[in-house]
């Protein structure tokens, strides 16, 4: 399915341009060349503007040909951004393509996915940072500039750094020697002077002594640094898989393994790119890979101001940064030489993006590496079902870390059964006794709710009036400090009500438990403990994640509450209890996927305690003890419920053993989401029946599991087929003839190839 980038660009003379423009158009569009760009020039991965109807927009030049439209009908491209070279290199063009083919997703949107904004907008694709070094013969003109202090500092401070600084590091560093106010002014009258001049950009380190000591591999972590060294090192056998999954339990020293690896492609003068699902996760990565290798580390997620994202991305394609880390979205990011690619947590669901380009970063990796001819290792204490498949088929080598470093112990696991206990909200008698008798001893306690909020329901005891949200088919949280009703589907929020909008009455209950509910009986419980929630609500503001796990590392904060934010990968040495509020909202899901995910969360959970010298102790409570869930991974751990899940899923024919393609539709009026649905299902059974793609199942349509989100009405199709090739020529076939449905037209509809959700 690969789609081929033409690699010259000189053929594009009086030919067609072929420009990747954003919008919903299926292959790029014809332009005639600018009037002012050299031919040589144009070369595929070029950003054009171009006209589009009466607008201008920014496209991707992708290839040339002979033209598709009549000759008069051909616009001119009106200007060549890149006179300097193509802006996305080659691999990351075909990596770019490859997915909008695969994702069935518009070219031109998916190369709009894979740039920074600024350079979606046009800006020009150079590096505003400067980086400023005194000039040969500075120091003997130190003493002249006495009465100059604020130009004095300036140079002392170029002077102690003969290799340059930036002005942003130049600026902090003199901000910590007493601020400097005008410092900018002082420095242009040193460069005017002379005395101080711009420099080109840092080199990357030749080696790679690490600046902090890690500690000894153990044995099992070395067996699996010389499997993934050999392929760096090119000696492995041919055809052997070059993509390896790292099985380890919580605190088995998976990032030790990252670490070495790292240094090892450094050394080979190759970049590393390592994504991570959670922004909340990449200030611990980027602070340990910083401490311990010398080359540049360079950040990318969606938390960055547009400039700084730019930055970071030029960087990474001119070389200068020897790591790469980032979220989902980094998998595009441009790497100069490029040596390895590590996927941390590989499991996640966030690594599948849900809106515009649903792609997997996972999988994009993998396949990037692969065309690269570099190693991806995907690390996980609970690896996805997906990718444990690949193992049986051979896709990807097992290298497993079965113990945690530094000799400590798994942590003791109990469930606590819920029924008929006397409870303080949703915190059993039980439970808080063993947080005292932690917090006595001088331990921190995590406790777990995957529930945001005060309270999921407001309903009125006299009439029975229940809050809902009047766009979704779901309730209203109410979130008490803020004041406000919100839905957690479609964002919709108003002001918590001092009496039941339908009867007048005064008497409304909070039903349920948030995290912030459970904030307030903790500090009710423990009034002389600092209580820490982590959860979207808590960490809007800029920086406030940061803080939260600054505290919860310091011990500052003992006692800590959270989402999954808290739960996923954070090192948290001094927790020695951790907790399952509510597993049972995990254990009844309707999605076949919903096991899988609630043993993950409960093994990860389960991961944060115990990870330093003392012994750790982890406690579900549920009021379904004997669920067979819970009791196989109380007797087998993660590995025996992964075989037994992958077993089932076998037998009922689901992914990963079966492949998947899910159309979404949904409209204002019920009837015209199902009659498009009913339409694009008539549709594909006809090419099934007709034998011309193969074995395909056509499931549904179907009310979606949320009926009315947003104020649409969703319905949805399942394709469904035993491998990728039968459910992609019913794809290739069956998605020209859905955009020409009359039913479109008052319909919105689109397709997620292998979805990790069916809502």
């Known amino acids: 399915m690969t789609q081929e980038v033409p690699s010259a660009g000189a053929e594009a003379a009086g030919r067609v341009l072929r420009v990747a423009v954003p919008g919903p158009?299926?292959?790029?569009?014809?332009?005639?060349?600018?009037?002012?760009?050299?031919?040589?020039?144009?070369?595929?991965?070029?950003?054009?503007?171009?006209?589009?109807?009466?607008?201008?927009?920014?496209?991707?030049?992708?290839?040339?040909?002979?033209?598709?439209?009549?000759?008069?009908?051909?616009?001119?491209?009106?200007?060549?951004?890149?006179?300097?070279?193509?802006?996305?290199?080659?691999?990351?063009?075909?990596?770019?393509?490859?997915?909008?083919?695969y994702y069935r997703h518009p070219p031109g949107e998916t190369l709009a996915a894979a740039l920074p904004v600024l350079l979606r907008r046009g800006a020009a694709a150079r590096s505003r940072r400067r980086r400023w070094r005194p000039a040969p013969g500075a120091a003997a003109a130190l003493a002249g500039l006495a009465r100059t202090p604020r130009r004095r500092r300036v140079l002392e401070l170029l002077l102690r750094h003969p290799e340059g600084l930036e002005e942003a590091a130049l600026a902090q560093a003199l901000a910590r020697t007493g601020g400097m106010g005008r410092w900018r002014e002082a420095l242009r009258a040193l460069a005017a002077a002379g005395l101080v001049e711009l420099a080109g950009p840092a080199s990357p380190p030749a080696g790679v002594p690490s600046l902090e000591a890690g500690p000894a591999l153990y044995p099992e972590q070395e067996v699996a640094v010389e499997a993934v060294r050999a392929t760096l090192e090119g000696r492995e056998r041919a055809g052997a898989p070059g993509a390896f999954l790292l099985e380890g339990v919580t605190g088995s020293g998976k990032t030790e393994v990252y670490l070495h690896l790292a240094a090892e492609a450094l050394a080979r003068g190759r970049q590393v790119l390592v994504l991570v699902p959670e922004i909340g996760l990449t200030p611990q990565l980027v602070d340990r890979f910083r401490r311990r290798l010398p080359a540049p580390v360079v950040v990318l997620h969606s938390g960055m101001g547009d400039r700084e994202r730019l930055e970071a991305w030029l960087q990474a394609r001119s070389g200068e940064a020897g790591v790469v880390l980032g979220t989902r979205s980094a998998v595009f990011a441009p790497l100069a030489r490029p040596g390895l690619v590590v996927v941390d947590e590989e499991h996640d669901p966030s690594f599948k993006q849900q809106e515009g380009?649903?792609?997997?970063?996972?999988?994009?990796?993998?396949?990037?590496?692969?065309?690269?001819?570099?190693?991806?290792?995907?690390?996980?204490?609970?690896?996805?079902?997906?990718s444990l498949h690949n193992v049986l088929r051979g896709r990807y080598r097992h290298?497993?870390?079965?113990?945690?470093?530094?000799?400590?112990?798994?942590?003791?696991?109990?469930?606590?059964?819920?029924?008929?206990?006397?409870?303080?909200?949703?915190?059993?008698?039980?439970?808080?006794?063993?947080?005292?008798?932690?917090?006595?001893?001088?331990?921190?306690?995590?406790?777990?709710?995957?529930?945001?909020?005060?309270?999921?329901?407001?309903?009125?005891?006299?009439?029975?009036?229940?809050?809902?949200?009047?766009?979704?088919?779901?309730?209203?949280?109410?979130?008490?400090?803020?004041?406000?009703?919100?839905?957690?589907?479609?964002?919709?929020?108003?002001?918590?009500?001092?009496?039941?909008?339908?009867?007048?009455?005064?008497?409304?209950?909070?039903?349920?438990?948030?995290?912030?509910?459970?904030?307030?009986?903790?500090?009710?419980?423990?009034?002389?403990?600092?209580?820490?929630?982590?959860?979207?609500?808590?960490?809007?503001?800029?920086?406030?994640?940061?803080?939260?796990?600054?505290?919860?590392?310091?011990?500052?904060?003992?006692?800590?509450?959270?989402?999954?934010?808290l739960a996923k990968g954070h090192?948290?040495?001094?927790?020695?209890?951790?907790?399952?509020?509510?597993?049972?909202?995990?254990l009844f899901s309707p999605d076949f996927r919903g096991p899988e995910r609630m043993a993950q969360l409960l093994v990860q959970v389960a991961g944060r305690a115990g990870r330093a010298e003392?012994?750790?102790?982890?406690?579900?409570?549920?009021?379904?003890?004997?669920?067979?869930?819970?009791?196989?991974?109380?007797?087998?751990?993660?590995?025996?419920?992964?075989?037994?899940?992958?077993?089932?899923?076998?037998?009922?024919?689901?992914?990963?053993?079966?492949?998947?393609?899910?159309?979404?539709?949904?409209?204002?009026?019920?009837?015209?989401?199902?009659?498009?649905?009913?339409?694009?299902?008539?549709?594909?059974?006809?090419?099934?029946?007709?034998?011309?793609?193969?074995?395909?199942?056509?499931?549904?349509?179907?009310?979606?599991?949320?009926?009315?989100?947003?104020?649409?009405?969703?319905?949805?199709?399942?394709?469904?087929?035993?491998?990728?090739?039968?459910?992609?020529?019913?794809?290739?076939?069956?998605?020209?003839?859905?955009?020409?449905?009359?039913?479109?037209?008052?319909?919105?509809?689109?397709?997620?190839?292998?979805?990790?959700?069916?809502g």
Request: glycine fraction near 10%.
């Open 357 to 386: 380009l649903r792609y997997h970063a996972r999988d994009l990796a993998v396949w990037r590496a692969r065309r690269l001819g570099v190693p991806a290792l995907l690390g996980s204490a609970t690896p996805s079902l997906e």
């Open 399 to 565: 290298l497993r870390l079965p113990r945690r470093a530094g000799g400590a112990r798994p942590p003791r696991t109990a469930v606590l059964d819920l029924r008929r206990q006397p409870m303080e909200g949703l915190l059993s008698r039980a439970l808080l006794e063993a947080v005292a008798r932690h917090l006595q001893a001088g331990g921190q306690v995590l406790l777990f709710l995957n529930r945001r909020g005060y309270a999921p329901t407001l309903l009125c005891h006299t009439c029975g009036w229940v809050a809902a949200c009047g766009r979704c088919d779901a309730h209203l949280v109410a979130h008490q400090a803020a004041g406000r009703l919100r839905c957690h589907h479609c964002g919709a929020e108003r002001p918590l009500p001092g009496c039941c909008p339908a009867c007048g009455g005064v008497e409304l209950l909070a039903l349920g438990h948030g995290t912030e509910r459970v904030e307030q009986a903790l500090a009710r419980r423990f009034p002389g403990e600092r209580v820490v929630r982590i959860d979207r609500d808590s960490t809007r503001r800029r920086g406030s994640l940061e803080r939260a796990l600054a505290a919860a590392r310091s011990g500052e904060a003992r006692i800590l509450l959270g989402t999954q934010m």
């Open 571 to 586: 090192h948290l040495p001094g927790v020695t209890l951790a907790a399952v509020l509510d597993a049972d909202q995990g």
């Open 25 to 101: 158009f299926p292959e790029p569009l014809d332009y005639a060349p600018p009037p002012e760009a050299s031919p040589e020039l144009l070369r595929p991965g070029v950003r054009l503007r171009v006209p589009l109807g009466r607008r201008r927009v920014v496209g991707v030049l992708v290839g040339a040909g002979p033209s598709r439209v009549a000759p008069e009908r051909l616009r001119p491209a009106l200007e060549l951004l890149d006179p300097d070279g193509p802006v996305l290199p080659p691999d990351v063009l075909e990596l770019a393509l490859w997915a909008a083919r």
């Open 614 to 758: 003392r012994p750790g102790e982890v406690l579900v409570q549920t009021h379904h003890p004997e669920h067979p869930l819970l009791q196989r991974l109380l007797r087998e751990g993660y590995p025996g419920f992964a075989r037994e899940a992958l077993a089932e899923r076998r037998e009922a024919g689901l992914p990963p053993w079966t492949r998947q393609a899910l159309l979404r539709v949904e409209a204002v009026r019920r009837e015209a989401a199902w009659a498009f649905a009913e339409r694009a299902a008539a549709g594909a059974r006809a090419l099934v029946e007709r034998g011309e793609v193969g074995e395909v199942e056509v499931l549904g349509p179907a009310p979606a599991p949320m009926e009315r989100r947003a104020g649409r009405h969703r319905v949805q199709l399942l394709l469904q087929a035993p491998a990728r090739g039968p459910l992609h020529r019913l794809l290739d076939a069956w998605l020209p003839a859905l955009a020409g449905l009359p039913e479109g037209r008052r319909a919105r509809w689109h397709l997620d190839v292998d979805p990790q959700e069916v």
